[in-house]
Each structure stands twice: as structure tokens, then as C-alpha cells.
């Protein structure tokens, strides 16, 4: 709209729970890059009325910035008022507390997501609200395999006015004998950081600022406690062959891999409800040569062979349609 926009940041670093130094340098840099004015280790004292804009934030060290508008990103607050009425357990500074199976001190009333308080934790994401609304109907469904709620993964990732930024676990590398390898691509203005225990063996955390494409590979390296390649900075190094993948194949990820997180859709799931359209996921491959001999000539050349030389060929568009357009396309 034209307008002049200032970020005012208390920490030293912009998303400081997110990110560590190194990757809060570049988000500062490409977040000025876009002409936002980016203020750190700013606690403003109060608001005045301004001298030449309606406002002037009057900050602790002395210094000022003067504007017309305001806005206030404090977090989330939880909406903890029914159960205060009702006499349930409230913390501190607000939100409900429950214990590992979501109920509250009352055994008949659950709590879950940002208005629920676990371990002294309020949890403001989504994905965490759905792990404990899985806990609470499985002890209200009742049964033998009752869940837990023991926490939730805090990984995130966003896309900060055109950056992409993303967290993964212990990004800020706290854990007892931990090691980190990063890689600072000044020009490219990527900047990856990957976090692993003391043997080298599992992927603790990581942070991506500028290029968050390996978010979902290393995610389910750190989600998965899947074993690190002998050389783990090959996960957030460029690849340097035509046909190099740093990628984590599908094949890898144990059946509890979750791949969509919307539905809490595992691999597992996956596999058993689709049967045999996709069997080659674990049968072999169907023109190795061991099979060559169960195969005639039309499924040799995955075509209808004619003895003229010509053939016509079935494509296979898995899920889809064709229109004209596509068959072209694949035809050419």
C-alpha cells in the first residue's frame, strides 16, 4: 500500500526461538532487502503521541521511532475463562492444566490445544492440538491402547514475506554433545545448519533460511531416528552430479513415517489401503532380467507391436485424466 513498515524485535535476533545466530543474520538481511526497517534488542517503554506521525515508540536505550499505526504479535493468550467458572485447575499465567491423557484435575473433562497447559507448556500450533485430541478419544473411547500426550514436535516452516524459513528440533544445538554442520551460501543468500548427536548417528536439528526444500527429508531423519548417512553434511550440501540425490527415498522411511500430517497419514497406512495397484512398492522390478522370461514382446516394449514396425502405446496417468493437450505432451 505504500506504506514505510518496521519490524521492532526484542530479542537480538529476529524468530530467536527458531532460528540460531548465523540464520537470523540472513533472515534480518533478506527481510531489509524487501525495505522493511528491522529493529533488534528493542524493548519498548511506552507510546507516546509522535510529532510528525501519530505515534512515537519510545524504546529503553533512548531511541525512538515514530509512526501511524501499531501492531502488537504477542503470542497467543488461552481462552481459559469456562473453566475458571467451573472450578478446573488454571496455571499461573492461564490455560488449563492437564496431565499426559489430557484430562484436567476433574477425570471427566479433557483439554486440548491452546487453551490446554502441559508440563507448563501452552503449544501454539496446530499439529499438537491434533496429537491431543487423539489422546483424549482414545481414553474417552476407552479400550486397551490408551495413548499419552508426552509433548509434540515444535518443527515448523514458513515462508516470512517471500523467504522461506524453517526450524527442525534442537536447532539451537542444546543437547548435551551435540555437533552441527553449516553451510552459508553469501551469494545464493541460503543458509543451512544440520545438528546431530555426539557419534554422528541421528539428526538432532536443523535450520534452513533462504532454501527450506529439505525440510521434509531432514524432518523425518530427526522425527524417524533414522540413521545418518556416513557423511551427514552431504543432507544440506549442493550436489555437484547431474544424477546426485540427497534426498531421503521412500524406501528408507519406516512404516511410521508420517507422510501427510494434515490427516496423520503414515507410510504404513498408506501401503495397506492401496493393495496390489502399486505392487512394485515391494514387489521387483517387473523387466528385470531374472523375469525376462515371463514377459512377451509387447511387454518387453510396453507396447502393442505390429509386424509392419508400428506400435500404439496405453500411457498410465496414475490418479489423473488426459486431455488432448497432456497427450501431446507426451506423445512429443
Not at 552459508?184 to 548427536?197: C, D, F, G, M, R
Request: glycine fraction near 12%; hydrophobic fraction near 40%; aromatic fraction near 6%.
Amino acid at each position: 500500500l505504500g506504506l514505510e513498515a518496521h519490524v521492532v524485535e526484542f530479542a537480538p535476533r529476529l524468530m530467536a526461538v527458531q532460528v540460531d545466530e548465523g540464520g537470523g543474520k540472513l533472515l534480518k538481511d533478506k527481510i531489509a532487502d524487501l525495505g522493511v526497517g528491522v529493529h533488534l534488542n528493542k524493548a519498548t517503554s511506552r507510546i507516546v503521541a509522535g510529532e510528525s506521525c501519530t505515534h512515537r515508540m519510545e524504546f529503553a536505550d533512548g531511541e525512538s521511532l515514530e509512526t501511524d499505526l501499531v501492531i502488537f504479535s504477542a503470542g497467543i493468550r488461552p481462552q481459559d475463562e469456562l473453566a475458571r467458572s467451573s472450578g478446573l485447575t488454571i496455571g499461573e499465567r492461564g490455560g488449563i492444566v492437564i496431565n499426559n491423557e489430557c484430562q484436567t484435575n476433574d477425570p471427566d473433562i479433557y483439554a486440548i490445544g491452546e487453551c490446554a497447559l502441559w508440563c507448563g507448556r501452552i503449544f501454539g500450533l496446530v499439529a499438537p492440538g491434533y496429537a491431543m485430541a487423539k489422546v483424549a478419544a482414545s481414553h474417552v473411547a476407552g479400550g486397551e491402547q490408551c495413548l499419552t500426550f508426552d509433548g509434540a514436535d515444535m518443527s515448523t516452516k514458513l515462508k516470512l514475506m517471500g523467504v522461506d524459513v524453517a526450524s527442525i528440533g534442537d536447532a539451537q544445538g542444546v543437547t548435551p554433545g551435540a555437533q552441527s554442520y553449516t553451510y552459508y551460501n553469501q551469494p545464493a543468500e541460503v543458509y543451512k545448519k544440520i545438528v546431530v548427536s555426539a557419534d554422528n548417528k541421528l539428526l538432532l536439528g536443523a535450520v534452513l533460511v533462504g532454501d527450506a526444500e529439505d525440510y521434509g527429508t531432514l524432518l523425518q531423519y530427526m522425527l524417524n531416528q533414522i540413521t545418518l548417512p556416513e557423511f551427514p553434511e552431504a543432507l544440506i550440501l549442493p550436489s555437484r552430479n547431474d544424477d546426485g540425490q540427497t534426498g531421503l527415498g521412500v524406501a528408507a522411511l519406516p512404516e511410521t513415517a508420517q507422510i501427510c500430517s494434515c490427516h496423520d497419514v503414515s507410510k504404513g497406512d498408506v501401503r495397506a489401503a492401496i493393495g496390489t495397484i502399486l505392487a512394485s512398492g515391494w514387489n521387483d522390478y517387473v523387466l528385470d532380467n531374472q523375469h525376462i522370461g515371463l514377459q512377451d514382446t509387447n511387454d518387453i516394449y510396453l507396447g502393442n507391436m505390429q509386424k509392419d514396425g508400428t506400435y500404439s502405446v496405453v500411457p498410465r496417468i496414475a490418479g489423473g485424466e488426459i486431455t488432448p493437450d497432456k497427450l501431446i505432451a507426451k506423445a512429443s
